[in-house]
């Protein structure tokens, strides 16, 4: 009985806190917090890049849509000048609605 309790097992050997050295701990320590660092500056600009690649794919688009709006804007523009022009109003008066110019009795100008 007295054997097995100074019989230490492979375990008990393995968990065993050692002592190390300051300065390689300390050493260590530095190199891990190097490393840290620099993945977390390298996500940061990785991030940092996609988002502005992200906002330059936005702006292309925005600038497109806003583009084809003033073309449209402009169309739209036209069309109304072309459809509200006095000599178009007056033919699809005559055709359509079956009115006629008036004649000298019928204008009357109110002040």
Not at 44 to 72: K, N, P, T
Request: no cysteine.
């Amino acid at each position: 009985m007295g054997r097995a309790r100074h019989k230490r097992s492979a375990w008990w050997h393995r968990r065993r806190r050692r002592v190390s050295d300051p300065a390689v701990t300390g050493r260590r320590f530095r190199v891990v917090a190097v490393v840290i660092v620099a993945l977390l500056w390298i996500t940061g600009h990785v991030w940092v890049r996609l988002q502005v690649d992200d906002l330059g794919y936005r702006i292309q688009r925005r600038d497109a849509l806003i583009e084809e709006l003033d073309h449209e804007y402009s169309e739209l523009v036209a069309e109304l000048n072309r459809e509200t022009s006095p000599g178009l109003l007056r033919e699809h008066a005559k055709e359509s609605l079956g009115l006629q110019e008036p004649s000298a009795g019928q204008v009357v100008t109110v002040y």
